[in-house]
């Protein structure tokens, strides 16, 4: 039931609203620098490409921050969101077709086919897209750019420019300011300037993004990056303990303390793209029961997955004889196996009851894990995991997961499926989180006594389609795993109803029957039963 | 099994119908002219402006009633049968039913203007309006203007509605400040201001007199009583409050009055029919509440409380303390038991304290005694206010000075916004040595 029969054609706005000649202008200057982008990969030989680059990038950038200086300080600040639904771009619509359809056409040749974008095989120089950006790669790094630099840059450019129009976007709210800011700091730094300095340093570093925890950075422990690290002396080894603290120490607490924001949308490079580039499909996510009960499947599968095939990994390179060196294959598997069944256990001694009829869909995972474990142990030689050889799993995890579960799907499908359809239905990383979320944090959304009108702003907003409402119209908290604490819902609540905030674990899953407001007798009667 | 029969599927007969469910194992039926499922009222703004399609302001999936064995069925009661205990749905039908709740809404109100009825003129009430507003002003070049008359919660909704498709709106508010009969002077002016911010033609102390047609028995123009100014413009939006949708209950020996009367169990004057939400009239009004309350809230407070009757838990209507909130334009509004603005409901020991943010849109208006210093009663603008601290604080009859020495204890803003109690309790203390 479409109140709105005619989606509009125009890119930015909807038919009654007209967009500005200054916007229009703003929008041209961004396209002329995406059309170098294009001449370049259709092999335009730019002359001075250092400032061919510089020009592209800084048009892009200019475009976005002139539109959206135009679109949002125009007008008093509050919440923007007149015709989302109306705009073909954002509500499924032929531009959105086409953006969904142009991106993962980008995902697939950059993951799979880069000689396209004119990446240069065998020491060759790079020809097409890829050498434009040659000056900069050689400027931070001293090699030339490879398809992955080309994407780093991008992706970087992408945040600070959608970045800056969502900071203008909610200049009356400081949470998702600082939040940005944040992301994009860490984008910059971590994920894109760190590593080529460190590359600098020691260019026999494994490239390591140190904000990127596993499972989401699924070949830190694979040989070659171990073997990598470990060949570095102490740096080397301060890192990869870095990452082995980042999993078991860091995570939870600021996980206990925080909830998963602190990484999902304060810290993550996927969710930095999401929260930026991607708000305006925030809305397109799916909030029907049927899609939650798919991702819960789906994130747990991937999960079981990455687990064992990181250990599937690691035990490949480990020895049989304890002499050389005390981790052998026998006692790792029982290290992971001891410490897997130490978490389940006292999963379900604190929280079995809370936990109620999922304890069972944990206790199948567990015993999946564990028996997929055992079988690999005893069926298992130097290569071969599962009578298949332990790289094929490796890479197979890398193509499916990796490449065309969180790049293709994850973010060519933005317009389609909304924004953090990886997140939500891919990541092991925010599987991990989530979990813990919900059963050992401070974090919830409080909900406001009696104060919900079930207008469903709330849940049209969540991108991790949590149907937010479902909660605040019971008087309900909202504990869920899969929330990345992005603080939209409580931003565009037009009663004041929702409040993200680390409290105690006391009353923090608070079921209620009639809410507050009504007769106080009547409420202790229903919601004390 | 006994049957109960709900006309209305709003917030009340929603929320009494989930509510009997979870309580028995009853037949229930609810019937509605207006749509096939519960949708939200309050959101119908929402879709207009584009931030979500009509489906999203269903809070229930389809599939939910069916498995909660609700019975939908849409049409239209034209008459009640309290004798036979049945109704008549369409002029056609009847249907009988065990138990009747009568749960039908308002209806915007219309004052006798001449060419109240023309094409072009409109409430903002029910689905079919919303579909009204989006036929008679899609864009500004259908719809040039439009004038609202009547400046109350869903004037100005109707106002930012039709400004966010950019379309010129003449808002005219017979009192002197928007909404001054609700809100103290101080907010009113406030609002006045963040409405002309909106580039909306506000006109206050300003009346209708008539609504001119064209030649296709289109509106075309209002004409200003006061003034006799005409005003050109396709859409007039008729916002002047609503009242209980009750027309059809007229010679069906229930007592009504301006809505069906009720007793504090939500009873009508005849066995086995109850009536709830915006179109039940209390005998007495409940403390310093309206006899009508037409507020999303108690409308489910209603069904839910009547729920209990109905499964055998007679249960009297008992809110507790008044909370509301709205939204003027970009300022949310809050209140937590009772600030009054003046008038017969503002008792002569009723003093405010008023703190306005010097640049921003935020303030703050607390009502206590001035004799006894009980607190009664907080109005906030733009800053968002804990529903249970301040309900927990007028059940322990706190004062006004534990009130804003605690302040922070109830705020409810996201986190990293500023804080304004300090600012607050030093106004407080300035005014007290002044005063
Ligand atoms: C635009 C708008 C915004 C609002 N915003 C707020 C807000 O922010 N906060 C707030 O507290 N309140 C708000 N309200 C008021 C609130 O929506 C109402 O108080 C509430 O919806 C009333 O619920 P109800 O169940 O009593 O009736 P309704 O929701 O009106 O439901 C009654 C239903 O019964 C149907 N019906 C009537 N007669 C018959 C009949 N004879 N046969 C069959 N069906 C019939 C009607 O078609 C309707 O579907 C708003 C109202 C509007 C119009
Ligand atoms: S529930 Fe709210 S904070 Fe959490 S992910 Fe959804 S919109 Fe963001
Ligand atoms: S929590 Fe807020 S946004 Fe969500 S349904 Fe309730 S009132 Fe609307």
């Not at chain 1, 007209?18 to 929008?27: G, M, N, P, R």
């Not at chain 1, 095989?121 to 897209?129: F, H, M, V």
């Not at chain 1, 490879?146 to 840059?153: A, D, E, K, L």
């Not at chain 1, 979320?437 to 919900?452: A, P, V």
């Amino acid at each position: 039931m479409s109140n709105k029969l005619n989606h509009s054609m125009s890119l930015a706005t909807p038919d009654a609203q007209d967009i500005s000649t200054k916007q229009k202008i703003a929008l041209a200057i961004g396209l002329i620098g995406l059309f170098i982008l294009v001449l370049a990969l259709f092999n335009v030989n730019f002359p001075n490409k250092g400032l061919f680059l510089t020009l592209s990038l800084g048009l892009i950038t200019i475009g976005t921050v002139v539109y959206s200086r135009d679109a949002y300080l125009t007008k008093v600040k509050g919440i923007k969101n007149d015709g989302v639904w109306f705009k073909s771009i954002s509500s499924r619509g032929a531009w959105g077709w086409a953006v969904g359809v142009i991106l993962t056409i980008f995902y697939i040749v950059l993951y799979f086919y880069p000689q396209y974008l004119g990446l240069g095989k065998n020491g060759e120089a790079n020809t097409g897209l890829i050498s434009l950006f040659d000056p900069l790669s050689n400027l931070l790094s001293g090699r030339s750019a490879s398809q992955w630099f080309v994407y780093g840059t991008l992706y970087t450019v992408a945040i600070f420019a959608f970045g800056y129009k969502f900071i203008l976007k909610y200049r009356h709210n400081r949470y998702e300011q600082i939040r940005t800011i944040s992301v994009m700091f860490f984008q910059l730094a971590f994920a894109f300037l760190i590593p080529e300095f460190m590359y600098r340093m020691n260019s026999n570093l494994p490239y390591y993004d140190l904000k990127s925890v596993w499972p989401l950075n699924y070949y830190i422990f694979d040989e070659w990056s171990v073997k990598g690290f470990l060949s570095n002396g102490n740096i080397g080894l301060a890192l990869i303990i870095f990452g082995i603290l980042s999993v078991f120490v860091i995570t939870p607490i600021l996980t206990y303390k925080f909830g998963k924001r602190w990484y999902c949308s304060w810290v993550c490079g996927c969710g930095g793209l999401a929260e930026t580039a991607g708000d305006s499909f925030r809305q397109l996510s799916s909030k029907k029961m049927s899609a939650w009960k798919l991702e819960r499947w789906l994130i747990h599968v991937v999960l079981v997955f990455s687990i064992v095939m990181t250990v599937g990994m690691v035990y490949t390179y480990l020895d049989n004889d304890g002499t050389k060196y005390w981790l052998t294959k026998g006692v790792f598997i029982s290290i992971v196996i001891g410490f897997l069944t130490l978490v389940f256990a006292a999963v379900l001694y604190f929280k079995g009851k809370e936990l109620g009829k999922d304890a069972k869909y944990g206790a199948i995972g567990f015993f999946v894990i564990v028996g997929l474990l055992l079988v690999m142990h005893f069926t298992g030689t130097t290569d071969e995991i599962f009578f298949i050889k332990g790289r094929k799993l490796r890479s197979a995890y890398g193509l499916y997961i990796g490449s065309i579960f969180s790049g293709v799907i994850g973010t060519g499908f933005y317009p389609i499926l909304g924004s953090r359809s990886w997140c939500r239905f891919g990541c092991p990383m925010a599987a991990i989180l989530g979990f813990q979320q919900r059963l050992f944090s401070k974090f919830r959304i409080t909900t406001n006594g009696g104060q919900c009108i079930s207008c469903g702003n709330c849940s049209n907003s969540c991108e991790m389609g949590i149907d937010v409402r479902a909660y605040a119209q019971k008087g309900e908290n909202i504990v869920r795993s899969s929330c990345v604490g992005c603080g939209v819902c409580s931003a565009v609540c037009p009663r004041g109803v929702l409040k993200l905030e680390n409290d105690s674990l006391e009353g923090r899953i608070n079921p209620t029957e009639i809410l507050l407001g009504n007769d106080v007798d009547l409420m202790n009667l229903v919601n004390k039963k | 099994m006994e049957h109960i029969v709900i006309i209305g599927n709003g917030i009340s007969g929603i929320s009494l119908a989930r509510h009997v469910r979870k309580n028995s194992d009853k037949k229930i039926t609810v019937i509605s002219a207006e749509t096939d499922y519960f949708f939200s009222r309050t959101a119908l703004m929402y879709v207009y402006m584009g931030h979500m399609k009509f489906e999203h302001t269903q809070p229930y999936e389809n599939w939910f009633w069916k498995k909660n064995r609700i019975d939908l069925l849409k049409g239209f009661v034209t008459k009640v049968d309290h004798e036979n205990k049945t109704l008549l749905l369409n002029n056609s039908k009847s249907f009988s039913y065990d138990k009747l709740v009568i749960a039908t809404g308002s209806k915007p109100n219309k004052f006798g203007w001449p060419g109240q009825d023309l094409k072009g003129v409109q409430g903002l009430y029910s689905k079919q309006d919303l579909d009204d507003l989006e036929a008679n002003a899609p864009n500004n070049k259908v719809c040039k203007r439009a004038v609202i008359v009547g400046g109350g919660l869903i004037g100005i909704e109707m106002a930012e509605m039709l400004r966010s498709r950019n379309i010129p709106v003449t808002f005219l508010v017979r009192e002197d400040s928007f909404w001054n009969g609700v809100l103290p002077s101080g907010e009113s002016k406030m609002i006045n201001e963040h409405i002309l911010e909106h580039h909306i033609d506000l006109r206050l102390s300003t009346n209708l007199d008539k609504i001119l047609a064209d030649e296709n028995g289109k509106a075309r123009a209002v004409v200003i009583k006061e003034t006799g100014e005409e005003i050109a413009c396709d859409v007039v939006g008729l916002t002047a409050g609503v009242s209980p949708n009750i027309d059809f209950l007229k010679d069906s020996g229930i007592e009504l009055s301006r809505g069906v009367k009720v007793n504090r169990f939500l009873e009508t004057n005849i066995k086995d029919i109850y009536a709830i939400g915006d179109c039940a009239e209390q005998h007495e009004a409940i403390g310093s509440r309206r006899p009508i309350e037409a507020v999303w809230y108690t409308g489910r407070m209603m069904g839910e409380t009547l729920a209990q009757t109905i499964c055998g838990n007679p249960t009297e209507y008992k809110p507790g303390h008044w909370f509301n909130s709205a939204k003027f334009l970009d300022i949310e509004y809050q209140t937590y038991g009772w600030v009054f603005a003046g008038g017969p409901a503002r008792k002569e020991y009723e003093e405010h304290f008023h703190w306005r943010h010097p640049k921003e849109k935020i303030c703050v208006t607390i009502a206590f005694n001035k004799d006894t210093k009980e607190f009664l009663g907080i109005n906030t603008f733009g800053i968002r206010m804990r529903h249970e601290v301040f309900d927990r604080w007028l059940t322990e009859k706190q004062d006004v000075d534990y009130v804003i020495n605690n302040l922070e204890k109830a705020n409810f803003d996201p986190e990293f916004y500023k804080h304004f109690e300090k600012d607050i309790l030093s106004a407080y203390k300035n005014n007290l040595q002044t005063a």
